[in-house]
């Protein structure tokens, strides 16, 4: 039909949480529809994920997106003009072939993931559907009914906070919460009494990029004493009603098996992280840690999901970059047991659903992730209602450009449970406890 057809596709250059310039893209169709959408950008980066073009040179100290946004309003609106905006699948293989590079470097991923989310909202848009909900018919099983859990980041440290705390992230995760809302009330306790704890112990050094507070601390461990001590503060039980979860982000401080940890001046081998993770596995409730190791090191990866893999979600986020074939990679290595899924990672909507696709057949958990850099666009919690995925890590509980997530779910918890008839919660379903391998 033709209310499905691209009419043009358009660029313009908009600003993100870091004051750094990126790319809006509005997809309208020939009756006026119309889905716009924005690229993130990543600080800790992964060696191989797509690359986002960016000018270099003197304007906004190389971070202009000039070249980017030629390529849409250039090449891909001439490409995309008059394709069905419904065939998400075609319009995506078009634009890796009009790139035409392995990491997506000539068109930049940031045009094409902001292209790209851009037709998915206008296909939605012309169906008059809200995104979660145009995407959960086709995302198999009970997607579009369910909020994922949230991941939220307490403590900011690693490339997020200038280096000074090596663990990149230090989050909570609300396992004994009933709902979404009840999961976002309890993280906000502690959220709160973190900051207290802190500024009463004069720790407290200011807010790292997603939002966490970034603390003056004398080793890496002291945040895993303040998140419990927070969880407590806020009345709630560390382990049962909130967990720890931790982004270690390993690549940003090691290469090669030496990971060097400024805060507890000691250089550690593969074996030695290691082994310093299980430790604090073994002390403190942790349900889940993040590239746990270097991206280049999946024999210590495979070591290390052995020894904890059974009651610890061992994330690949920067070791797996939202591609498909490195998950069924990980898997036959048995290297971790869970990916983080960022789009821009992938470069496109349809590879970041190939990576969530393989993640399903293989057993692995999957998270679905803003990036340090992030602006107003909320598509990627439309993305986890409507595809299924059953975790959510958007940063701290502070900022809008993180806020704007967490209230999206809110609103799509209410419709849900509206547009459903019988007597879903307000406030969010949550996926099954044993969904989760921490169960
Ligand atoms: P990034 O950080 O967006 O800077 O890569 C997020 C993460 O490592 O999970
Ligand atoms: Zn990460």
Same mark, same amino acid.
Not at 37 to 51: D, H, L, M
Not at 170 to 192: C, E, H, K, N, P
Not at 326 to 349: E, F, H, M, S, Y
Not at 360 to 372: H, P
């Given at each position: 039909?033709?209310?499905?057809?691209?009419?043009?596709?358009?660029?313009?250059?908009?600003?993100?949480?870091?004051?750094?310039?990126?790319?809006?893209?509005?997809?309208?169709?020939?009756?006026?529809?119309?889905?716009?959408?924005?690229?993130?950008?990543?600080?800790?980066?992964?060696?191989?994920?797509? +690359?986002?073009?960016?000018?270099?040179?003197?304007?906004?100290?190389?971070?202009?997106?000039?070249?980017?946004?030629?390529?849409?309003?250039?090449?891909?609106?001439?490409?995309?003009?008059?394709?069905?905006?419904?065939?998400?699948?075609?319009?995506?293989?078009?634009?890796?072939?009009?790139?035409?590079?392995?990491?997506?470097?000539?068109?930049?991923?940031?045009?094409?993931?902001?292209?790209?989310?851009? +037709?998915?909202?206008?296909?939605?848009?012309?169906?008059?559907?809200?995104?979660?909900?145009?995407?959960?018919?086709?995302?198999?099983?009970?997607?579009?009914?369910?909020?994922?859990?949230?991941?939220?980041?307490?403590?900011?440290?690693?490339?997020?906070?200038?280096?000074?705390?090596?663990?990149?992230?230090?989050?909570?995760?609300?396992?004994?919460?009933?709902?979404?809302?009840?999961?976002?009330?309890?993280?906000?306790?502690?959220?709160?009494?973190?900051?207290?704890?802190?500024?009463d112990s004069g720790r407290l050094q200011g807010v790292a990029d997603e939002g966490g507070f970034w603390p003056a601390f004398h080793s890496n461990e002291e945040g895993l004493e303040i998140l419990c001590r927070a969880i407590e503060a806020a009345g709630?039980?560390?382990?049962?009603?909130?967990?720890?979860?931790?982004?270690?982000?390993?690549?940003?401080?090691?290469?090669?098996?030496?990971?060097?940890?400024?805060?507890?001046?000691?250089?550690?081998?593969?074996?030695?992280?290691?082994?310093?993770?299980?430790?604090?596995?073994?002390r403190y409730p942790i349900v889940s840690i993040e590239d746990p190791l270097g991206e280049d090191d999946p024999e210590g990866l495979a070591r290390f999901t052995w020894a904890v893999g059974k009651r610890v979600q061992v994330v690949g986020d920067d070791?797996?970059?939202?591609?498909?074939?490195?998950?069924?990679?990980?898997?036959?290595?048995?290297?971790?047991?869970?990916?983080?899924?960022?789009?821009?990672?992938?470069?496109?909507?349809?590879?970041?659903?190939?990576?969530?696709?393989?993640?399903?057949?293989?057993?692995?958990?999957?998270?679905?992730?803003?990036?340090?850099?992030?602006?107003?666009?909320?598509?990627?919690?439309?993305?986890?209602?409507?595809?299924?995925?059953?975790?959510?890590?958007?940063?701290?509980?502070?900022?809008?450009?993180?806020?704007?997530?967490?209230?999206?779910?809110?609103?799509?918890?209410?419709?849900?449970?509206?547009?459903?008839?019988?007597?879903?919660?307000?406030?969010?379903?949550?996926?099954?406890?044993?969904?989760?391998?921490?169960?």
């Amino acid at each position: 039909m033709s209310k499905n057809i691209i009419k043009r596709v358009h660029a313009r250059r908009v600003w993100d949480s870091r004051g750094r310039p990126t790319i809006e893209v509005d997809v309208t169709l020939r009756y006026g529809a119309m889905g716009r959408a924005i690229a993130p950008a990543g600080a800790s980066t992964g060696a191989a994920e797509a +690359v986002e073009l960016r000018d270099g040179g003197a304007s906004q100290g190389g971070y202009d997106v000039l070249g980017a946004l030629g390529a849409v309003n250039d090449e891909i609106n001439t490409a995309l003009k008059g394709m069905d905006v419904r065939d998400q699948a075609a319009i995506d293989r078009m634009l890796i072939e009009l790139d035409g590079t392995e990491n997506k470097s000539r068109l930049g991923a940031n045009a094409l993931i902001a292209t790209s989310m851009a +037709v998915a909202h206008a296909a939605a848009a012309a169906e008059k559907l809200p995104l979660w909900q145009y995407l959960g018919p086709f995302g198999g099983g009970s997607a579009g009914e369910q909020l994922p859990l949230p991941e939220i980041q307490i403590l900011g440290g690693g490339a997020h906070a200038a280096g000074r705390v090596d663990v990149q992230d230090f989050m909570v995760i609300a396992v004994g919460a009933d709902s979404f809302a009840q999961a976002l009330d309890w993280t906000a306790d502690v959220y709160r009494a973190a900051g207290s704890l802190l500024a009463d112990s004069g720790r407290l050094q200011g807010v790292a990029d997603e939002g966490g507070f970034w603390p003056a601390f004398h080793s890496n461990e002291e945040g895993l004493e303040i998140l419990c001590r927070a969880i407590e503060a806020a009345g709630r039980t560390p382990g049962q009603d909130i967990a720890i979860s931790l982004d270690i982000a390993a690549s940003e401080f090691g290469a090669d098996g030496r990971y060097r940890m400024v805060l507890d001046d000691r250089e550690l081998d593969s074996d030695g992280l290691s082994g310093l993770l299980v430790d604090w596995v073994e002390r403190y409730p942790i349900v889940s840690i993040e590239d746990p190791l270097g991206e280049d090191d999946p024999e210590g990866l495979a070591r290390f999901t052995w020894a904890v893999g059974k009651r610890v979600q061992v994330v690949g986020d920067d070791f797996l970059v939202t591609n498909a074939d490195k998950v069924l990679d990980a898997a036959k290595r048995k290297a971790c047991n869970a990916v983080l899924i960022k789009p821009n990672q992938a470069g496109t909507l349809s590879e970041t659903k190939a990576s969530f696709d393989a993640a399903n057949d293989i057993g692995f958990g999957a998270i679905i992730s803003a990036r340090s850099g992030e602006t107003e666009d909320a598509t990627i919690v439309h993305l986890g209602v409507g595809w299924g995925v059953k975790q959510l890590k958007v940063g701290s509980f502070a900022r809008s450009e993180r806020m704007v997530k967490w209230n999206e779910g809110l609103r799509i918890a209410e419709a849900i449970s509206s547009a459903s008839g019988d007597d879903l919660p307000l406030d969010g379903t949550l996926p099954p406890r044993d969904a989760f391998p921490w169960k």
